[in-house]
């Protein structure tokens, strides 16, 4: 449990689920673009010291 931030009254654990959902879904999402978008958010995250603990693309 060492994910677990403190204060001296209160004690906390950060998850967040993102999800992704462009405005036009369409089958160029799940093609090259897909591959773009997880490169970016992985870069981002690791820029702020996130953890992904797991991501998945649905059709």
Known sequence: ???INS?????WR???HIVFAPKYRRQEIYG???VDIGQILR???EQKGV???EAQACR
């Open 51 to 53: 953890e992904i603990i």
């Open 1 to 3: 449990m060492d994910d």
């Open 14 to 16: 950060c998850k967040y």
């Open 43 to 45: 870069k981002l995250c």
């Open 32 to 34: 090259q673009i897909k």
């Open 7 to 11: 204060l001296t009254h209160s004690k």
